[in-house]
């Protein structure tokens, strides 16, 4: 019995990665992913790499794993620019063959220059656009892995010339550099130019100066020429000559176990004659001289363009620009932090620094040791540092408030302490005197009421008399009604003749005068 197993190529995926770009001679590392249906695919694969490189590179490999890597190394004979690699994936059927399943291309980059970055660190942190002006500035180069392990296995030396502002500062072969900015709210550009050579430096004598003035008679003024000879220095076949200006100045800092002898100013229109600039070592207490000399003069610097590339040295260029800023300092707090229960605090806070700010308050009860690590949600924007806070505090303790004040370059975090005490309430004299006396008078004049109620008390006995003027038999009615039979009794009255003579006709109390309302 024959079983079929179909494989449907578009099921897999295959993904790479590269750390392109790299230096020409350095090696590039190529990694393949191999997915089946989103999910990491299961079996035995086989990859066939290749690229399209003068020189051709090719790579079988079969493996167990859904991935698999390749680390070329690309000549020096490799001209710069861009480069693809193709990876095709198998998998085995049954342990016959190898079908197709995928395949997948990338591209990548050979350069002619070192690539990294260039990096400003203070206090082992690395600034942005903005570098404080109380701390010293680590100026650093970092390479790529894969250039600094191709300038490790096959240079013999590398320097690092750095200016800022187009200004020559001093070479170092570290690639670090230390400076320190005084002046706030100024821009400055900083450029690292890299120059790895593949020959060991060699001995030479020192360059010797010479000046002479001439003057012209015919005008009030004089002109001074400086000329200078440079001394003879081995150079290896085929490599970049470096010469530089004048000196402008004079110094004498080591630097590692470099020495720089002059700091030259950059000016790319520069035209007088140009002076070659050594760079001079310290080989144990001896001062010799390199076969590498740079030319401040090169476009390469301050332009941004690209100096002749020589076969025995490989060059990098690097630049950032920053603004230097002031950072918060010198707070003030102005005010009581000593309040009673149910007052309100004012504080004024003020300090020193570059703008713009941002602060927020943290509130706390009780006291409170900061971390350093506090931070602000929602920070408020200031144009200047000057702020008033103001919080009422309904119990008593201590409180803290922390306060955290930041700028482009640093963040001030201040705890104030607050001590809502509670005063002692002491009832006023009148408060407890008049209750007292006015209760003494109301108790004596009862006790007196009373005595003199039992003592007369005989002489008030009064007799009552109940008069009842209605008739009894009378039915209740209401006010209405008897109002209406008074009326018609009015007009309606009955004489009465009496027995004992015949004077008139007398008028029944009722009806004379009717019915009296009982309210």
Not at 11 to 33: E, K, M
Not at 304 to 314: L, M, Q
Request: glycine share 4%; aromatic share 12%.
């Amino acid at each position: 019995m024959c079983i079929v197993k179909i494989v449907l190529a578009s099921d897999y995926d295959l993904r790479l990665l590269s750390n392109s770009p790299v230096v020409i001679g350095g090696t590039v590392n190529f990694q393949a992913f191999l997915y089946y249906r989103g999910k990491v695919a299961e079996g035995d694969f086989k990859y066939y790499w290749e690229d399209n490189a003068l020189t051709k590179h090719t790579r079988t490999n079969i493996s167990t794993f859904p991935y698999d890597f390749w680390n070329v190394t690309y000549s020096t004979d490799s001209p710069p620019g861009p480069y693809e690699i193709q990876v095709t994936a198998y998998k085995d059927i049954y342990d016959i063959y190898y079908t197709p399943i995928t395949s997948q291309r990338l591209y990548f980059e050979l350069t002619d220059e070192l690539n990294g970055e260039l990096n400003i660190l203070q206090n082992n942190k690395t600034t942005g656009n903005f570098v404080s002006n109380n701390i010293t500035a680590v100026h650093e180069v970092s390479l790529k892995e894969s250039d600094a392990a191709y300038l490790k296995n096959v240079s013999k030396s590398v320097l690092v010339y750095w200016f800022i502002d187009c200004e020559y500062y001093g070479v170092t072969d570290d690639f670090k550099y230390e400076h320190h900015y005084n002046q706030t709210d100024v821009q400055h550009h900083v450029e690292a130019l890299i120059v790895a050579g593949y020959e060991p430096v060699t001995s030479t004598t020192p360059p010797t100066t010479s000046t002479t003035s001439t003057t012209t008679p015919t005008t009030t003024t004089s002109s001074t020429t400086t000329t200078t000879t440079p001394s003879t220095i081995t150079t290896p076949k085929g490599s970049t000559t470096f010469t530089a200006m004048p000196e402008r100045e004079s110094i004498a800092s080591k630097n590692g176990n470099i020495t720089i002898t002059a700091k030259a100013k950059r000016s790319v229109n520069y035209e007088t004659t140009k002076v070659p600039h050594e760079i001079l070592y310290y080989s144990g207490n001896n001062l010799t001289s390199s076969n590498k000399q740079f030319n401040p003069e090169a476009p390469f610097v301050c332009n941004k363009s690209v100096v002749p590339i020589s076969t025995n040295n490989t060059y990098g260029y690097f630049s950032k620009s920053f603004i230097v800023k002031a950072p918060v300092s010198k707070l003030t707090i102005n005010g009581n932090n000593w309040i009673k229960q149910s007052n309100i605090l004012h504080l004024q806070i003020s300090c020193k620094g570059s703008k713009p700010f941002q602060y927020c308050l943290n509130y706390f009860p009780g006291n409170y040791n900061i971390t350093g690590n506090e931070t602000c949600i929602n920070p408020l924007p200031l144009d200047n540092c000057d702020f008033e806070i103001s919080r009422y505090y309904g119990y008593p303790g201590p409180h803290t408030i922390v306060v955290i004040i930041i700028n482009d370059v640093d963040k001030l975090i201040t705890p104030i302490t607050v001590t809502v005490y509670e005063v002692a309430k002491q009832a006023q004299l009148s408060v407890i005197v008049v209750p007292v006396t006015f209760s003494i008078v109301a108790i004596v004049l009862i006790i007196f009421g009373v005595a003199y109620y039992l003592q007369n008390r005989s002489r008030f006995t009064v007799e009552v008399a109940d008069f009842n003027f209605g008739p009894q038999y009378a039915d209740y009615m209401t006010f209405r009604e008897r109002l209406r039979d008074s009326i018609m009794n009015s007009f309606t009255r009955a004489t009465v003749n009496t027995e004992d003579n015949g004077s008139g006709p007398i008028w029944p109390p009722n009806q004379k005068y009717g019915s009296m309302p009982r309210f």
